[in-house]
């Protein structure tokens, strides 16, 4: 688990314009502008840079070792169902013993795909990197408005399911929260995975799945 530091450089990154784009809408973007990111509008920081910041998946890390509650994980990709699944969330969860987990998982598997070259993987993949961190930002700022110990992490995975999933038995979840999409929210575009993330968690994870 690797925190990024607020210094200089995380405050130029800050200033990049994904805050209220979902996850899915910024990895859209990026797939129709793929050859712009490589070729024409490239970032500013070299690959070595972006290599680094790829390996950066956590913005707080909080003691739920020593949690004497519940742990709740809830997964947030920057729609409005997966913020109102959060603050359904904060409704229920004990302030004072519950620790809470706030995820969002940036998918890598159709972005990856697109990349011919390794230089190439690292320029797309930084760009749902700035968009997951960004939507991750803007749960921290929401939780340190809060009395709740929390975490929030951003890790990457080629499935997000099974990344929720796996993370519910690494930390032995109580309760993973999902916002159920609505209509407008809803990807136009194939699935990249038949089960959705709710039919999936409840199949697989061991705790208890709540749907917002």
Not at 125 to 147: G, L, P, V
């Amino acid at each position: 688990m690797m925190m990024l530091k607020p210094n200089a450089t995380f405050k130029e990154f800050a200033e990049d314009n994904y805050c209220k784009q979902s996850i899915r809408v910024a990895e859209s973007f990026i797939l129709k502008n793929t050859k712009n990111i490589i070729w024409v509008n490239k970032d500013k920081h070299t690959v070595d840079e972006m290599q680094k910041l790829l390996k950066v998946n956590c913005l707080h890390k909080g003691d739920f070792g020593s949690c004497k509650g519940k742990k709740w994980m809830v997964a947030v990709d920057g729609s409005n169902s997966s913020y109102l699944a959060l603050e359904e969330t904060l409704k229920l969860a004990d302030p004072v013993k519950d620790h809470v987990f706030v995820i969002t998982v940036r998918e890598k598997t159709k972005v990856s795909k697109r990349a011919k070259t390794l230089e190439a993987d690292v320029r797309l993949n930084f760009e749902m990197w700035k968009a997951a961190r960004d939507i991750a930002t803007s749960c921290d700022d929401r939780m340190k408005e809060s009395e709740y110990e929390y975490t929030v992490l951003f890790p990457d995975a080629y499935d997000a399911r099974r990344m929720l999933v796996n993370l519910c038995h690494r930390f032995k979840v109580d309760y993973l929260c999902i916002g159920k999409h609505k209509k407008g929210e809803r990807k136009t575009r194939p699935f990249t995975f038949k089960k959705s993330m709710a039919v999936y968690a409840n199949k697989k994870a061991l705790c208890q799945v709540l749907l917002f």
